[in-house]
């Protein structure tokens, strides 16, 4: 299912009466085929999967289209597909991007979305007695994964060049518990969110053992948009301003509070 190629798509929101006699063509935005729990995932029913997306992201969306009276469509593709579409402005948006001097470039930025830590994840069979991973610098004589797709900006250089990359948290993790990887960078709210949807990723938490890089500031993520469509400054725009009506009205706390808990 993650793997399949055809676009998933949820439309979030029908024009509202004031709107519906100019309907416009539903705002295109796109994220990662593979989910982003807690931000971007399909709601599970009776512990399967549906065509419906939830999350936080979608939630916020879901929420400033009613205040703006927008369609807005989430594509779940490849990654990469995401990326390209929105650089070339096939898409106006992607969701839950960190930023980097490429990107700054290539996209617009809305402000904040919401940040969080950068675990180092071991195995407990691989090393029972436990990993010394306090700081980046304990990265130094270790092998590190990661998942393709995701940037991992908190790392030098010379540890992006090593990162030995899975396609997704499932196959990452049996690198772990296989010897090839000592440790594994993981998003601490994804973890949380793959861990509450029975992902088989983090099913077996009590396997592995974790700490955060105390020396590394939290991930921040944002919302981008094209630059190749006058259509992607205005969105911007305007989800900024509702950025910062929600965080002044404390709808955005509620919402981050729904979706965005961390670790003890």
């Not at 295109?28 to 989910?35: K, T, Y």
């Not at 995401?82 to 470039?105: D, Q, S, W, Y």
Request: proline share 5%.
């Amino acid at each position: 299912m993650r793997r399949r190629l055809l676009s998933l798509f949820l439309t979030l929101l029908a024009c509202g009466p004031a709107q519906a006699q100019t309907a416009a063509a539903p705002v295109r935005l796109c994220d990662d085929v593979n989910e982003w729990p807690p931000y971007t995932y399909f709601r599970r029913v009776d512990g399967q999967r549906s065509g419906e997306l939830t999350g936080y992201t979608v939630e916020l969306l879901r929420l400033i289209g009613q205040r703006r009276g927008l369609e807005l469509r989430i594509e779940m593709l490849p990654w990469k597909r995401c990326v390209e579409a929105v650089r070339h402005g096939e898409i106006l948006g992607f969701l839950n991007a960190i930023v980097t001097p490429e990107r700054k470039v290539d996209f617009l930025i809305s402000d904040l979305l919401y940040e969080t830590r950068l675990l180092a994840l071991w195995s407990r069979q691989q090393h029972p007695n436990g990993l010394r991973v306090n700081s980046q610098a304990d990265l130094a004589t270790l092998r590190i994964g990661g998942v393709h797709g995701y940037s991992y900006s908190q790392l030098s250089e010379a540890e992006q060049a090593r990162l030995q990359r899975a396609p997704h948290y499932e196959s990452l993790v049996q690198m772990l518990h296989r010897g090839r990887v000592d440790v594994a960078l993981v998003n601490e709210g994804v973890m949380l969110g793959h861990a509450a949807l029975g992902s088989p990723a983090f099913a077996a938490s009590a396997s592995l053992g974790q700490v955060a890089l105390q020396d590394r500031q939290p991930s921040r993520f944002h919302l981008m948009f094209t630059r190749a469509k006058p259509e992607g400054a205005r969105l911007q725009a305007l989800v900024n301003e509702e950025l910062a009506a929600l965080q002044r009205s404390g709808e955005l706390a509620k919402l981050r509070a729904q979706f965005l808990s961390p670790a003890p």
